[in-house]
């Protein structure tokens, strides 16, 4: 069997040499995201080191770490939103599907519209339900409203919600619960079709019911889309997701699949925050 290691090295054991390039073709195919060599800045201060990692098409990760490792500014990495912090720079790639969404020729409209973005507090806009979701598909020029409609609705069912406010489509967001506010925006954010969604925090201040509830979504979703998630919550890692990585003071200490990462971890570091003794 062929693997990529943490390095982005490949390991081939017990493969017939033929079968070699073929076996590094298939794993290379299954690659959603690979980031390569990344560091961060903040003006002079170097917050990420060296990150290389990959993550698998049609899978859940999580990034794990301490407050202040880093881990949600990696993830902003990802579809570019630290273009938005003045005096920020980052060295490196990240490639999506191959291509490196840092190179002069990318949109970034058309990025964040495939790398879709749910944040720690539930942010919907201050519009309808309806006008929530539907606004990314005006602002990428679709006019149908058909075929809007039909979006909305089905965005809405995809997240859970869609019994729960068939009725008040047309009333403010904000009279939503906060669970509920929480599920409209994983419904904003799949509404322009992506393939990458990015989840920083997203049950952080719900209620256990709430929770749970966005836990199962997102179990259901990586049918679809490839899942990055950053979280400081060991337990539900371990459950939702297939693999998992450890982040402290802006490394990358561990990432493996989940089974290994929480039952044999390489680094004691890893050990001693997945047992609470960090």
Excluded: W
Aim: charged residues 25%; contains cysteine.
């Amino acid at each position: 069997m062929a693997e990529i290691d943490n390095n982005n090295n490949i390991n081939i054991n017990n493969i017939d040499k033929n079968n070699i390039d073929n076996a590094v073709d298939n794993i290379k195919e299954e690659i959603k995201i690979e980031v390569k060599n990344l560091n961060f800045y903040y003006g002079d201060y170097h917050l990420l080191k060296d990150i290389n990692l990959f993550f698998k098409k049609n899978s859940v990760c999580t990034i794990l770490g301490p407050s202040g490792c880093g881990k949600s500014s990696f993830l902003r990495t990802l579809n570019r939103m630290n273009d938005y912090t003045e005096g920020s720079k980052l060295k490196g790639e990240v490639l999506l599907d191959g291509k490196n969404i840092y190179g002069k020729s990318i949109d970034v409209v058309e990025l964040r519209r495939n790398v879709g973005m749910v944040f720690q507090n539930p942010n919907p806009f201050p519009k309808t339900i309806f006008e929530n979701i539907a606004f990314g598909l005006k602002i990428h020029g679709i006019k149908n409203k058909q075929f809007i409609a039909e979006r909305v609705e089905k965005c809405l069912k995809y997240a859970g919600l869609l019994d729960e406010v068939k009725d008040k489509l047309h009333k403010n967001a904000f009279s939503l619960s906060g669970g509920q506010q929480q599920r409209l925006c994983i419904a904003r954010a799949i509404a322009t079709n992506p393939s990458v969604l990015l989840m920083d925090e997203p049950t952080a201040y719900l209620d256990p019911a709430s929770t749970a509830t966005i836990l199962d979504l997102i179990a259901n979703f990586k049918k679809f889309y490839t899942i990055i998630i950053v979280s400081h919550n060991i337990q539900q890692a371990g459950r939702i997701s297939d693999y998992s990585g450890f982040f402290l003071n802006g490394e990358l200490i561990e990432f493996s699949k989940s089974g290994d990462f929480f039952t044999r971890p390489k680094d004691k570091r890893t050990e001693n925050f997945i047992t609470n003794r960090f």
